[in-house]
């Protein structure tokens, strides 16, 4: 196990507060978005919240990077590209978190060969090792963030990343001490472990 990996588990209170200062700043810029598109899956809820706050139509694409756990595809695909029509408007491109940058990357070339005028990006959290720096961000950060809408999937990939109960009980702990309430990083460490048995 890597001892440095810190992690960050913002609440939805939180994010909700980051995506109204984000709001905030888009409005305030010269960028008026005619379309949001959600990267799918991390960027599905931030994208809505801020298709509310911005009061702009929505859609989405499919990224598939994830081959299954931690381990990743050296490059993501395309799994389904955008179905609404993005030529010659202003699009803004909605994820989670800008890490590798390798999914923003794919996405922004897939709008700009549909004919986007315009194409800026948003994420809650941007890692300065990222490909693509966000054209919108609230924070930097180098930790491991988890979401409330992927706790389980988050505590998945610990396990199957961190081999040995012992490294991931050290992990569950730094967890929680992140803030994961510790009867949710119980229930789901027992799912995962239940499930592995299978």
């Not at 994010?15 to 200062?21: A, F, T, V």
């Not at 490909?131 to 979401?147: A, I, L, N, S």
């Amino acid at each position: 196990m890597r001892a440095e990996i810190e992690f960050e588990v913002p609440t939805w209170r939180q994010i909700y507060s980051m995506l109204l200062s984000q709001a905030e700043e888009i409005s305030k810029s010269s960028f008026k978005p005619d379309i949001i598109i959600a990267v799918s899956r991390g960027g599905w809820l931030p994208a809505r919240v801020l298709s509310d706050l911005l009061e702009v139509n929505l859609s989405s694409v499919d990224v598939e990077f994830y081959m299954g756990g931690a381990e990743t595809r050296k490059a993501p695909v395309l799994a389904q590209g955008v179905s609404v029509v993005v030529a010659g408007k202003k699009v803004l491109i909605v994820d989670d978190v800008a890490d590798s940058g390798e999914s923003l990357k794919l996405v922004k070339a897939h709008i700009s060969q549909k004919g986007a005028k315009e194409i800026r990006v948003a994420t809650l959290y941007y890692k300065p090792w990222s490909g693509v720096k966000p054209d919108y961000y609230t924070r930097e950060t180098r930790r491991w963030v988890v979401f409330p809408w992927e706790l389980k999937e988050a505590v998945r990939k610990i396990v199957e990343k961190h081999q040995g109960k012992d490294a991931v009980d050290v992990v569950a702990a730094k967890l929680v001490k992140a803030g994961l309430p510790k009867h949710l990083a119980l229930r789901f460490l027992n799912e995962v472990f239940e499930e592995r048995a299978c």
